[in-house]
C-alpha cells in the first residue's frame, strides 16, 4: 500500500521566511522524496494533518494544490498496477514529475531528428534520406496548421485521433495516394518511437493503426520499346543524352543515384570483359554488373567526358532526366509514364528476367539485401509464362 506524507523543512527557510513543503512517498517501506514547489509560514503548517492551518487564501490555495498532488500519485500508482508493472515510490515520482516537465513539442523533437540525419549524411546516411524526412516534418507543420491552427503540438497530444485526421488530410487535401500517406505516416512514426525511447510517452499512437502498402505495378519497356528507344535518332543533343543515361541503366540496373556518381573507378576490366563494381548509395551493398555491349557502347560515346571530369556519362538533376523523358516518350510513340527508375524496372524485367537470368543472380547485380527486395522490380512475362507451358505440354505428346 503506498502512503504519501506532506512535510516541511523548518530549519532550511526560503528568503520570504517560508518553509518549502515535500512530498514523501512510501511503498513497501522504501520512500522517495520531492519538493512541491510551494512554502508555507512555519505556524501555519500543522504536520499532523500534513497540511496549511488558517483561512487565508495563500493557505487555501497551497491545500487545494496538495490535495489535487495527492490524488495524482495515487492516481499513478494504480496506472502502474494496470500495466502490469513494478510499483515503486522512485517510479511513482518520476511518473508525476514527467506530468508536471514542459512538454516535448513533436515538430522541435522532428527537428532534432533530422539535425542528427543531416549530420550522418556521407557518413552512413544518403542525402535523400535526410530530404525524405525534412519533407515529412514540413507536411506535419502544414497539418497542425491547417487543421489546429497551431505551430507545434506536445508530443503526448499527438493519438491515434490526430495521426487518423493526419492521414485523411494527406489523401483529400494533399491528394497523395494510400502508398505515398503511408511513407509519410511511418516517417512520423520514428520520431514517436523516438519518443517512446525518451520516455516522453509510454508507446506510440501509430502502432494502433493499421497501414499497409499496396502493391502497385510500375511501367517497364518491352523488348520492342527499348530497342525503339534505342534506334531513334535526336537532333537536340540533350534529349540524346538523356536517352543515353537512360538506355545506359536499362542495360544495367543502375538506380539515377548510382548513375549520377558513376566514375571510371567504379569500371574495372577482368579477362577482357568490363564489370561495374560499386556500393549501392541507399543500401551501401555491393553490386557486381557485367555492362553489355550497347552499355559500353554509351561508355565509350562520352570518353572525352570521362578524360575531362571523371564522370563517365552526362547526367542531368533527376528532375530534369524526368521532364526529358516525358518529351522522349512523346516523341518515341511510347504512352507510359517514363521515369529514371523505369530504366531498373525494365533491367529486371525485360533485360534479364525475360532472358532467364536467374532472380538471384538479378538481385546481386541490382545491388539488393534479399531476393524479396528484386521480387518488388520483376514480373512475369507473358511470354516466359508460354515458353514454360510449352516445355510442359511436350510432357503430353
Given at each position: ?11 532550511k ?11 514523501r512517498?512510501?511503498f513497501?517501506r ?19 494533518k500534513?497540511?496549511a492551518?488558517?483561512n487565508t487564501l495563500?493557505?487555501k ?25 513494478q ?11 514527467n ?11 522532428y ?6 540525419l543531416?549530420?550522418l ?25 491547417y ?7 506536445a508530443?503526448?497530444e ?25 511513407k ?30 499496396e502493391p502497385v ?27 543515353d ?38 543500401t ?11 552499355a559500353?557502347?554509351?561508355l ?28 522522349i516518350?512523346?516523341?518515341?510513340g ?11 524496372h525494365?533491367?529486371?524485367t525485360?533485360?534479364?528476367l ?7 543472380n ?25 515458353n ?10
Amino acid at each position: 500500500m503506498v502512503s504519501i506524507l506532506f512535510f516541511i523543512k523548518r530549519k532550511k527557510l526560503l528568503k520570504d521566511g517560508t518553509a518549502s513543503i515535500f512530498a514523501r512517498v512510501t511503498f513497501n517501506r522504501l520512500y522517495a522524496e520531492v519538493a512541491t514547489g510551494k512554502s508555507v509560514m512555519p505556524s501555519h503548517w500543522v504536520a499532523t494533518k500534513g497540511r496549511a492551518k488558517g483561512n487565508t487564501l495563500a493557505n487555501k490555495q497551497v491545500n487545494s494544490f496538495l490535495d489535487q498532488m495527492e490524488y495524482t500519485l495515487h492516481d499513478l500508482t494504480l496506472q502502474i498496477q494496470r500495466e502490469g508493472k513494478q510499483v515503486s515510490a522512485k517510479e511513482i515520482l518520476s511518473r508525476y514529475k514527467n506530468l508536471n516537465a514542459p512538454k516535448a513539442g513533436i515538430l522541435a523533437l522532428y527537428g532534432e531528428h533530422n539535425q542528427e540525419l543531416k549530420e550522418l549524411v556521407g557518413i552512413s546516411l544518403a542525402l535523400n534520406t535526410y530530404k525524405r524526412h525534412e519533407t515529412s516534418m514540413k507536411l506535419f507543420q502544414e497539418f497542425l496548421d491547417y487543421k489546429y491552427h497551431v505551430k507545434d503540438m506536445a508530443v503526448n497530444e499527438v493519438n491515434l485521433e490526430v495521426l487518423q485526421k493526419y492521414q485523411h488530410y494527406l489523401m483529400t487535401v494533399r491528394h497523395n495516394n494510400n502508398n505515398t500517406t503511408v511513407k509519410y505516416l511511418k516517417n512520423l512514426g520514428k520520431v514517436l518511437h523516438l519518443a517512446v525511447s525518451r520516455k516522453l510517452i509510454s508507446s506510440s499512437p501509430l502502432e494502433e493503426m493499421k497501414l499497409r502498402i499496396e502493391p502497385v505495378d510500375k511501367d517497364f519497356l518491352s523488348k520492342e520499346e527499348l530497342l525503339r528507344f534505342a534506334n531513334k535518332a535526336f537532333e537536340v543533343q540533350r534529349l540524346e543524352q538523356v536517352r543515353d543515361v537512360f538506355l545506359f541503366c536499362c542495360y544495367t540496373g543502375l538506380a539515377y543515384v548510382d548513375v549520377h556518381s558513376l566514375t571510371t573507378n567504379d569500371i574495372v576490366e577482368e579477362d577482357g570483359r568490363f564489370w561495374i563494381k560499386k556500393a549501392r548509395h541507399k543500401t551501401n551493398v555491393m553490386c557486381h554488373i557485367p555492362v553489355l555491349k550497347p552499355a559500353k557502347e554509351i561508355l565509350d560515346k562520352y570518353t572525352s567526358l570521362a578524360y575531362a571530369t571523371g564522370k563517365l556519362l552526362p547526367v542531368l538533376s533527376n528532375q530534369k532526366m524526368n521532364a526529358y523523358l516525358k518529351e522522349i516518350a512523346a516523341i518515341v510513340g511510347i504512352s507510359k509514364e517514363l521515369t529514371t527508375h523505369t530504366a531498373r524496372h525494365t533491367f529486371a524485367t525485360t533485360v534479364t528476367l525475360a532472358n532467364h537470368v536467374s532472380i538471384e543472380n538479378v538481385s546481386k547485380m541490382l545491388g539488393h539485401s534479399s531476393i524479396r527486395m528484386t521480387q518488388h522490380y520483376a514480373r512475369i512475362l507473358d511470354a516466359s509464362i508460354e515458353n514454360e507451358m510449352l516445355n510442359v505440354e511436350k510432357c503430353y505428346e
